[in-house]
């Protein structure tokens, strides 16, 4: 089998092409998660500093020393993981808003490159 620089040029060009196809459909699935972290995460940091700081709560330090300290290292786990979940959730939606920006634009670029080479080569014509 002989391999052609022109028909190697369209497998590379392709390959590109099929693996900024799916990218892009997997931008979908990373911006649902992006979103369910922006809003689940403050949700469950709001719960536990509600729990934390409620007056039931020291009462129940108080009185179930074990279940109470257990329930504190609990909601501190969660605090700590909802903080690092909402960091993530933002920095993955700017770096997804970043990706569409650019995505667009090679859009355009390839559309508008696509058009050049059809006019110049008179390729529209048949």
């Known amino acids: 089998m002989r391999w052609n620089l022109s028909d190697n040029h ?3 060009l392709s390959s590109m092409d099929l693996f900024i196809e799916k990218i ?3 931008k979908g699935l990373m911006l649902g998660v992006s979103f369910s972290a922006i809003i689940l995460a403050p949700l469950a940091i709001g719960i536990s500093l509600y ?3 409620h007056p039931k709560f020291l009462h129940l330090i108080e009185n179930e020393s074990e279940f109470a300290l257990l329930l504190t290292i609990l909601l ?3 605090l700590v993981t909802s903080g690092i979940w909402l960091v993530a959730g933002i920095q993955q ?3 997804l808003n970043t990706w569409n ?3 667009c634009s090679y859009l355009k670029k390839r559309e508008d490159l696509d ?3 059809t006019s110049k080569y008179h390729l529209d014509e048949e």
């Open 51 to 53: 729990l934390l700081t």
């Open 76 to 78: 501190t786990v969660v």
């Open 101 to 103: 920006k650019r995505y």
């Open 24 to 26: 892009q459909q997997l």
């Open 115 to 117: 058009r050049d080479i």
């Open 10 to 12: 369209n497998n590379i």
């Open 93 to 95: 939606f700017r770096s």
